[in-house]
């Protein structure tokens, strides 16, 4: 059996392949090594009753998170899986490879990730280049789900957010400034918790001050990723992830603006990654 996981800070996505009936999809809480330890990684899978009966008979698990383009990192996650699957060999790569490897397979070309966070690379059709990107949501992830809330929540602390617009945002979320420090400089996943105010950025999205800060964000990501890579317009771009995915047409806008050429842009790619490591990992095995 090979399991394979595809990891945001948010959310992670899992399947299973079974070899006599159809695969076996589960998702759990984002389990990226820079927010949640080895214990908590290992405890969340331990209460995923999907999993559990097969924990002694996988043998392969893949997976791909933020947060694991370090090998400490990585070291992290591979420790708490072989917790949970003690017979089975363990990969642990970043989601950014993942992404590339559920866009492009064996193709090469610039693959994107925004969603919680942002970052780029390119992909050669087998490895991914060094990057200067991908830095966090305190000094990068520009056009991301925490870089958006960060805007937001700051002109509403500030109150340069437009009256009409703050009044909605009062309406839905009732919240203080001691609320917001709280969760931002005291609990876990504060960038899931900036980006989580995207919903209400898709619910506005016909405001002016809304539209115009999606093409800032995505503009900023555009220029300080995409355009550093030499002769960008010759290389398609494929981009994965919830945030370039419901507001698809303000990227797909500041991208054309710039000559950038856009590719798939895929809500989260483990479907596609998945069916790409297990056709790889059987035709090796054969």
């Not at 203080?176 to 898709?202: C, G, W």
Request: hydrophobic content about 40%.
């Amino acid at each position: 059996m090979i399991l394979v996981a595809d990891s945001g800070s948010s959310r992670s996505d899992w399947m299973l392949h079974l070899p006599d009936s159809k695969p076996l999809r589960f998702s759990t809480k984002g389990l990226n090594p820079f927010f949640v330890s080895e214990k908590e990684i290992a405890t969340i899978l331990t209460e995923v009753p999907e999993i559990i009966p097969y924990t002694k008979e996988v043998k392969e698990v893949y997976f791909f998170g933020a947060g694991c383009s370090t090998p400490d990192r990585r070291e992290i996650v591979s420790n708490a899986l072989t917790q949970i699957f003690p017979a089975s060999f363990i990969s642990v790569e970043s989601d950014l490879l993942g992404s590339a490897y559920a866009t492009f397979g064996l193709e090469k070309g610039l693959i994107s990730n925004i969603g919680t966070g942002s970052d780029i690379s390119f992909y050669d059709g087998e490895m991914l280049s060094p990057s200067l990107h991908g830095n966090g949501y305190v000094l990068g992830d520009e056009g991301s789900g925490a870089w958006f809330g960060k805007q937001l929540i700051t002109a509403y602390l500030y109150e340069t957010m437009p009256r009409d617009l703050m009044r909605k945002f009062k309406e839905v979320h009732p919240i203080t400034k001691d609320i917001i420090i709280r969760h931002v400089y005291q609990k876990d996943r504060p960038n899931a918790y900036l980006a989580s105010f995207a919903e209400f950025m898709s619910a506005n999205i016909s405001h002016p001050y809304i539209d115009n800060l999606l093409r800032n964000g995505f503009d900023e990501f555009v220029r300080t990723n995409i355009m550093t890579y030499p002769e960008f317009w010759e290389h398609e771009c494929h981009f994965v992830g919830g945030i370039a995915y419901y507001f698809d047409l303000h990227l797909r806008e500041v991208c054309n603006l710039h000559g950038v050429r856009i590719g798939k842009i895929l809500k989260n790619p483990i479907e596609e990654l998945f069916h790409f490591v297990v056709d790889r990992e059987l035709k090796i095995n054969i």
